[in-house]
């Protein structure tokens, strides 16, 4: 007997194979202006900057209702995208969300909850901070933000969307990773430790939602140039401040790298982010991928989650589990 997913199902009965899974989406700047958010809700933490902002900013011309969230208010980048909405008569608000504080996280979703009449459509967890040097560098002031802001900080905000997503049968969570979340670049600290649990914990998730409705996404960009660079040489410079002698004299050339990144050299487009984004909202339930690399240049992680994929069908595929992992996949 074939394998009828709620997946197949909610894509109106049609067959979704393996094509589905694997087939690359269309180029962002080919698809970007074509698609409507209308009628959406969708929370996004981390809009001070970088892909956040863009995503605030973009989705809400795209006719969602956003929830554009940030730490620390009031600052001045929470006043400009509230001045761009009224401006734009965008459906936008502004939330304070500091993803590392359980009571801004339970408020905060709470209040979008209210705004949006009920349960959040997308969560996209894009709030992350980035490190530099060896990992045995990496003190335990260091090692805690980054596991709180990386890992835990997804966490709260998913256990604070779901219970209504649950009850409403419906919802769709990006984590945003990294290449990193999958290959390894040396002295980069607890970057890829995080990022790597952030796709595991995203994936056990994607598994274990299936009879409830609710959707997964891991999308894992490549080098952009955005300001997390800034942010993680100050947060490599403090770190650095803080290293004894033998500390440095242990690894004299990578300390020296510490704090001097410069990400401005970077070319990639960070538009890229919010359209892939964007088009995978736009998919039916159903078809849309569990793991999405985005970037114009090397994938290095491609091979590595087409692998893993396959593992996991054949490992899990005929056991009780078997339904949600071939959901998943789309097999």
Known sequence: MS????????????????????????????????????????????CSSGFGRLMAEDFARKGATVFATMRN???????????????????????????????????????????????????????????????????????????????????????????AMRRAKSGLIFNISSQLGRVIVPSAGHYSPTKFALEAMSEAMAYELVPHGVEVCVIEPGGYPTKVWVNRNRLANELKERLNFDERAAYPQLVARMGEEDGTRRTADPMDVPNAIAEIIAMPPG????????????????????????VQVDWLGQSGFGPWIKDVHNV
Do not use: W
């Open 3 to 46: 394998h009828i997913s709620r997946r197949g199902l909610l894509a109106g009965g049609a067959a979704v194979g393996t094509f589905a899974a694997t087939a690359s989406l269309a180029q962002p700047d080919q698809i970007a202006a074509d698609i409507d958010l209308q009628g959406k809700n969708i929370l996004v933490t981390g």
């Open 73 to 163: 208010m009031p600052r001045p980048e929470a006043e400009e995208l509230e001045t761009l909405a009224e401006t734009e008569g965008l459906d936008l608000h502004v939330i304070e969300i500091d993803v590392m504080s359980d009571e801004q996280v339970s408020s905060g979703v709470a209040k979008a909850e209210e705004i949006a009449g009920g349960a959040i459509d997308v969560l996209i967890n894009n709030a992350g901070i980035g490190y530099a040097g060896p990992i045995e560098l990496q003190d335990m002031q260091a090692t805690q933000l980054i596991f709180d802001t990386n890992v835990y900080g997804p966490h709260r905000m998913s256990r604070a969307a779901l219970p």
């Open 287 to 310: 078809t849309r991928p569990l793991r999405k690399a985005v970037h114009p240049g090397n994938k290095p992680q491609v091979p590595i989650n087409e692998l893993t994929a396959k």
